[in-house]
C-alpha cells in the first residue's frame, strides 16, 4: 500500500481565493482525520470521518472551512475564502478499527496564503 | 491549553545515550499513543499504550503509563543520529468519541 496520499504537497495561494486539499486513505480503514500543524498551535483536530460520515467537526475553525468525504477512498478540505492566518500544514490521517492502533499520517500539504 | 503536555520541550543528547520524554494530560483516556515526526514529514505512529497497561516495549523504546498521574513516558535507550525528530503523545480521550489530542511535542537531537 503507498499509505495515505495528500495533495498537493504545496500550495501557495493569495487570500480571498478558494484552496482544495485532498487525501487518499489507505484502504479498508473506516476512520479518517484532518490536522493542521503550526508552530504556534502545534497540531490541531479539524474533523474527522467514519464510513465516510462526519463524526465530529468541533475543530473546524470557521464556516470558510469544509469537509467532505463521498467516498471510503476519497477525502477533501476546501477553504472558501482563503485568509494568510490559515497558512499551516495540513494533514490527513487515516486508521482501522476503534482505537485498535495509531493513525497512519499522509506527508501533509503546506499551505501559504499571501 | 493541550490535553496532552511533553516534557521537556527541547533535549539534545549524545549517541548512544539513553533519551527520557515525559508526558502528561488532563482528562480520562482510553489510550495513549507516541509519534515521532521527521522535520518537513508526516507523523509515524510508534507505540500505543492502553488505559489498562502499564508498560509496553518496542525494540530500543518502552513506554510508561501511569493513570494515577495522569503522565507516560518515553525512553529512547542507546540512541542514534537518526532518532533525532520531534516525539508527540497523543490521547485518545475516553468520551465514547474516537477524538486523539496531540500535545505540543519534545525535540531532540542525537549528537553523533
Known amino acids: 500500500d503507498a499509505g495515505v496520499i495528500q495533495s498537493p504537497r504545496h500550495e501557495v495561494t493569495e487570500m480571498g481565493q478558494e484552496v482544495t486539499l485532498r487525501c487518499k486513505p489507505i484502504?479498508?480503514?473506516?476512520?479518517l482525520f484532518w490536522y493542521r500543524q503550526t508552530m504556534m498551535r502545534g497540531l490541531e483536530l479539524l474533523i474527522y470521518?467514519?464510513?465516510?460520515?462526519?463524526?465530529?467537526d468541533s475543530g473546524m475553525p470557521e464556516d470558510r472551512f469544509s469537509a467532505k468525504m463521498p467516498n471510503a477512498s476519497f477525502s477533501t478540505l476546501k477553504i472558501q475564502p482563503s485568509e494568510p492566518r490559515d497558512s499551516a500544514v495540513y494533514f490527513c490521517?487515516?486508521?482501522?478499527?476503534?482505537?485498535?492502533?495509531?493513525?497512519?499520517f499522509g506527508s501533509g500539504t503546506r499551505l501559504t496564503v499571501v | 491549553s493541550q490535553q496532552g503536555e511533553e516534557d521537556p520541550q527541547a533535549l539534545s543528547i549524545q549517541e548512544g545515550e539513553n533519551a527520557t520524554m515525559n508526558c502528561s494530560y488532563k482528562?480520562?483516556?482510553?489510550?495513549l499513543q507516541w509519534y515521532r515526526q521527521n522535520s518537513g514529514r508526516g507523523l509515524v505512529h510508534l507505540i500505543l499504550?492502553?488505559?489498562?497497561?502499564r508498560e509496553k516495549h518496542s525494540g530500543r523504546l518502552r513506554v510508561t503509563l501511569d493513570t494515577s498521574k495522569k503522565s507516560s513516558s518515553l525512553l529512547i535507550t542507546a540512541s542514534r543520529a537518526a532518532d533525532t525528530a520531534s516525539y508527540f503523545c497523543?490521547?485518545?480521550?475516553?468520551?465514547?468519541?474516537?477524538?486523539?489530542?496531540f500535545g505540543a511535542g519534545t525535540r531532540l537531537f542525537v549528537k553523533a
Open positions: 490521517a487515516s486508521s482501522f478499527g476503534s482505537r485498535v492502533g495509531g493513525y497512519t
Open positions: 484502504s479498508g480503514h473506516d476512520y
Open positions: 470521518f467514519n464510513n465516510n460520515v462526519p463524526i465530529d
Open positions: 482528562t480520562s483516556i482510553n489510550n
Open positions: 499504550i492502553r488505559s489498562n497497561e
Open positions: 497523543a490521547t485518545a480521550l475516553n468520551t465514547g468519541g474516537f477524538k486523539t489530542i
